[in-house]
């Protein structure tokens, strides 16, 4: 395996920079590869264990360049799979030897990793994949989407149920006014399933071990420098601030995402978050999140409230006697109709069951194109010249804004008002800086 080189010959560049100067030893790199065989694209994936494996399986049918995991053991199956792949452990060198034979990159790392590794891969012209949620923070996610448009390239997020049936069956059935308007939507989860509202792992006693096959150093990636700890990763990082978004920023992204895209929204002007036990170092154990969505366009005002930590909303009205609600799902309540989603809206139902029987006969035909293959099999003929994907980041980083946006509300501790185009909280200058944040040097932002 490749020697990690110095983190000395990278530059640093501002986060709402973005230039080559991020990279300065790739800008000379090749930004159109050349094609490979049977229309096939040249990909390197960047994680490659956890969640990696499923976008290592997905793109398997294209041609795999290089894989970049900072975790041996975990990335062991993805490595047996594809044993001629070259890998490294520095996504950094993978870019820097490859870059000229690569068309698109997946990233599957955990969220604090997203924006960098995301950045350099736009800056050279790469068409891009990223796990949910799209970034770290509100600042990195309107960064992504802007070079995205500026490098005209292929884009996706990684919410696969997006590409389903149920957003789409979803919209036809709003467009066509079978819900009536909507002013009302309940999203939750049984998240979080790891720990959180604790504080910083206690190292008084004892420092425990680096597992021989991780880099910690490269985990930490653009995180401040601290011990290793199994508090941490490879799972549980998703609890603290410095490297995960919590219950909402895991989940929001998938059980949101229908009802927002079917219902046409944009950003809210008002948050407001009731928490449970939070600290400065780990996300609430469970949270209610108000969403305040102005009027538009001849549709009304509209409030998305959330519950994560085991909270669920009250049933609907009409619900039958005994059954209970999902441990995942989204309500959206019409003057007309409620319909149930499941987490990835592979389904939906309206409800009470009744009232599905009643309106079944009369509902609307489908219209929308429906997408083969998933969410991935949608990115890869995006790179090839097809329509663009539907969580590209332009509708990504609106809806990660959104999921973030909770995030903030909590560390505020009061009701935020958000001032979009100035991407600022303007009753609470303070909570701003919940917006960006502070960064590790050496990985170009």
């Excluded at 909570?431 to 040097?441: D, Q």
Aim: contains cysteine; charged residues 20%.
């Amino acid at each position: 395996m490749a020697k990690d080189p110095s983190r000395r010959t990278f530059v640093k560049s501002s986060l709402l920079g973005g230039t080559a100067l991020a990279f300065p030893f790739l800008r000379a790199s090749r930004v159109g590869a050349e094609p490979s065989p049977l229309n096939r694209l040249n990909i390197a994936c960047i994680g490659v264990g956890g969640r990696g494996k499923t976008a290592v399986r997905s793109v398997a049918g294209e041609n795999l360049v290089a894989f970049a995991d900072v975790d041996d053991e975990r990335a062991s199956e993805s490595y047996a799979n594809h044993p001629g792949v070259p890998r490294y452990r520095d996504y950094r060198r993978l870019l820097d030897r490859h870059a000229g034979e690569i068309d698109a990159i997946t990233i599957s790392t955990p969220d604090h990793m997203h924006f960098p590794i995301a950045l350099a891969a736009l800056e050279l012209g790469k068409h891009v994949f990223v796990e949910k949620p799209l970034t770290h923070t509100i600042a990195e996610a309107r960064r992504l989407a802007e070079l995205a448009k500026a490098k005209k390239v292929a884009t996706q997020m990684g919410n696969q149920g997006h590409a389903n049936e149920g957003p789409r069956l979803l919209k036809e059935w709003y467009d066509a006014g079978v819900l009536g308007q909507v002013r009302e939507v309940h999203s939750w989860t049984d998240r979080p399933i790891w720990p959180q509202g604790v504080g910083a792992p206690d190292h008084s006693k004892a420092i425990p071990v680096v597992p021989a096959a991780l880099d910690w150093d490269l985990w930490l990636g653009v995180a401040a420098s601290r011990p290793y700890d199994p508090a941490y990763a490879p799972f549980n990082w998703r609890g603290y601030w410095d490297f995960g978004t919590g219950a909402l920023g895991d989940m929001g992204c998938h059980i949101m995402d229908g009802a927002y895209w079917a219902l046409g929204l944009d950003l809210p002007a008002k948050v407001t978050a009731i928490a449970g036990r939070f600290t400065t170092e780990s996300a609430p154990t469970a949270s209610v999140v108000v969403y305040e969505f102005p009027a538009r366009e001849g549709r009304p005002a509209l409030k998305w409230t959330w519950y994560d930590g085991g909270l669920k909303p009250p049933q609907p009205e009409g619900w039958e006697h005994g059954r209970t609600l999902p441990g995942n799902g989204t309500l959206v309540i019409g003057e007309r109709a409620t319909v149930l989603a499941p987490v990835y809206y592979d389904s939906l139902r309206i409800v009470p069951e009744r009232r599905m029987q009643e309106i079944a006969p009369t509902l609307p035909p489908k219209t929308i194109p429906r997408i083969v293959g998933g969410h991935f099999a949608e990115w890869l003929a995006a790179c090839k010249g097809g329509a663009p994907a539907g969580s590209n980041f332009e509708y990504a980083a609106r809806l990660t804004e959104v999921c973030l946006l909770s995030n903030v509300a909590v560390r505020a501790g009061r009701p935020i008002r958000w001032d979009a185009s100035g991407m600022r909280v303007v009753n609470d200058a303070e909570a701003s800086r919940f917006v960006t944040r502070t960064y590790r040097p050496g990985f170009g932002v």
